[in-house]
């Protein structure tokens, strides 16, 4: 992450031009020299980097000297391929937020394309904003090609698009931004916009007309583009498909494999800049893929995601030919947040721990942050040495089987599961005649099942908990003599309130059971027992009625503001 180069002897010499210039006037004037094979290519497997230095002199006297990195390689475009230097350009890539202090340092952009490299990657789209140059520098020098965007994007539907001080100063915006950095090999693209259309179509529910002046825009802002920079043929708008046929690319959001077989055909290079539901997959949504797993733990969650993140690399979006790849996203959904400054992860974090810089000096340039908080960002860029630079979650795993420069190759997550939702229960015996604090035994056998229709509901009739359920579609019954639950609820909100002790003060009656009987019955047939935001009021006699041993730690989090007070989270 530390830059290491310095200038060698010069490998190509550019003769001097004498320019005469009339005071309060401009003249422009192009250097030109033959280069032959005196200039190594810039490649992502070998980033070769050339400095210029144009000097100026009047008189005999060096008046001014400027400095510019570049790299020597072509990008043309052949039918629906892209090339570099001549040959097929597959690009591999990652997408990420910027989020701000943790990443203002050269060792985050290293520490985040090192990972890219090691699941297989070759490429990124800092998404959504203009990144500090030096990110651009970094990915020169490690061979990480870069679709540079435009900080004009509308995923939130805030852009005024009425606005004719808004058009003008997109255009600005976007001739600063090729300006700036059309010097740096690694940018193999300009992404002018990230999810307008969608926007327009349905959030804003804009008529067609609207949708239309924005693809007119979007072939304008093509021709700004080339006018600035004319050696880059990859134009495109994030997630706004071709822009109804303006840009000269194709870049989809999400979409299945249908979708991406419908891109492949429009006839020109295409990508996927966001794709799998890393980003917003409920574990509901999660479960179709790998079942109740989904449910389990984050863990069981990333492994649906692994399955869904090679199946639409490898089945989709290398199988149809996309020139550029990309999940959303490798750095947060493949990695693992990390936690800096807690040696002690068997208790909650305080604000007392995390990683500490000094306090703030008045006066002093630029930003000064004073604390990184632990499990705030999953790249160790050199902040904790008692931690790993990053640890995989499964989809890292899938998406470097599917990045395999060779073609995707087998691995765990690479066949999606048959049967991914179950369909058994558990039946046994649990002892509950065991030392304190030792875990109940239970032995269990499988049998079929019909789906769960009705849960159990051990709690107040009119208490919020009850209510809330029966709002969300959840069907309750009462406890009944003789019949097991497949599922108990019980209100830990409420217990032991007298209403519930009075319901059920009529113990191993006919008409019911004890709470004792019907938790017993409940685990000795492999029923699943939730206990409903469990307080601490409640905490002893749930002990009473558990196999194992239930403990509460109150914890006090700086980010969780209560603004409303709700039964359903009053606990918490």
């Known amino acids: 992450p530390v830059p290491k180069w310095t200038l060698d002897a010069a490998v190509l010499e550019i003769p001097e031009v ?195 002046a924005m693809c007119q825009r979007y072939g304008r802002w093509v021709e700004l583009v080339k006018s600035v920079d004319s050696s880059r043929p990859w134009i495109s708008a994030d997630g706004d498909g071709d822009g109804d046929g303006r840009l000269p690319t194709l870049v989809g959001h999400y979409g299945d494999l249908n979708s991406m077989r419908d891109w492949s055909r429009k006839g020109k290079p295409w990508g996927i800049g966001e794709q799998t539901m890393a980003y917003y997959g409920t574990p509901k949504q999660v479960a179709k893929i790998n079942g109740d797993r989904a449910y389990e733990s984050m863990e069981g969650r990333m492994e649906g995601l692994a399955y869904e993140a090679y199946n639409l690399i490898a089945n989709g979006q290398r199988r149809y030919g996309a020139s550029y790849c990309s999940v959303f996203n490798l750095v947060w959904y493949a990695l693992k ?13 305080t604000v007392a721990d995390g990683v500490f810089f000094g306090p703030c000096v008045e006066g002093r340039f630029g930003v000064q942050p004073e604390r990184l908080g632990p499990y705030c960002i999953t790249l160790n860029a050199g902040y904790d040495p008692s931690l790993p630079m990053y640890r995989t979650w499964p989809m890292f795993d899938a998406v470097k089987a599917a990045y395999a420069p060779q073609g995707p190759q087998p691995c765990k997550w690479d066949k999606m599961p ?34 769960i229709a009705v849960a159990t509901f051990l709690g107040a009739d009119k208490g919020a908990t009850r209510k809330q359920l029966q709002l969300m579609g959840v069907k309750l019954e009462d406890p009944k003599a003789g019949v097991t639950p497949h599922v108990l609820i019980v209100d830990g909100t409420q217990l032991p309130e007298k209403e519930f002790e009075q319901k059920h003060a009529k113990a191993d009656t006919a008409s019911t059971p004890s709470p004792q009987v019907i938790f017993d019955q409940t685990f000795a047939q492999g029923g699943t027992v939730l206990i409903w935001n469990p307080s601490v009021k409640a905490l002893d006699w749930l002990n009473t009625l558990l196999p194992a041993r239930l403990d509460l730690t109150k914890r006090e989090a700086s980010s969780l503001l209560v603004t409303q007070v709700d039964p359903l989270v009053a606990s918490l």
Request: proline share 7%.
């Open 18 to 212: 004498n320019v005469q210039v009339p005071a309060g006037q401009e003249v422009t004037v192009t250097l030109r020299q033959k280069v032959g094979d005196r200039l190594k290519f810039w490649t992502p497997e070998s980033p070769n980097l050339y400095g210029l230095v144009l000097e100026t002199a009047q008189n005999g006297l060096g008046v001014d000297r400027r400095y510019e990195r570049f790299g020597w390689r072509q990008l043309t475009f052949d039918g629906n391929r892209q090339l570099l230097n001549g040959q097929p350009l597959e690009l591999r890539g990652d997408s990420w937020h910027f989020l701000g202090i943790p990443q203002m340092t050269r060792r985050y952009a290293w520490s985040w394309f090192k990972m890219l490299k090691d699941a297989n990657g070759n490429a990124v789209r800092p998404h959504a904003q203009v990144y500090p140059r030096f990110y651009l520098d970094v990915a020169d020098e490690m061979g990480v090609m870069v679709l540079d965007e435009s900080a004009i994007w509308a995923s939130d539907g805030g852009l005024m698009l009425d606005s004719d001080k808004l058009w003008t100063r997109c255009e600005e915006h976007l001739r600063n931004l090729v300006r700036r950095d059309r010097n740096h090999p690694a940018v193999f693209g300009w992404s002018v916009a990230n999810e307008v259309i969608p926007v327009i179509k349905h959030v804003r529910h804009q008529p067609p007309e609207v949708v239309e």
């Open 337 to 349: 947040p990390l936690e800096f400054g807690l040696p002690d992860t068997t208790r909650p974090y």
């Open 418 to 451: 048959l049967q991914p939702c179950s369909n058994r229960r558990l039946a046994g015996t649990v002892d509950r005649k065991m030392p304190p604090g030792t875990a109940a035994t239970t032995v269990v056998q499988e049998t079929e099942r019909a789906p």
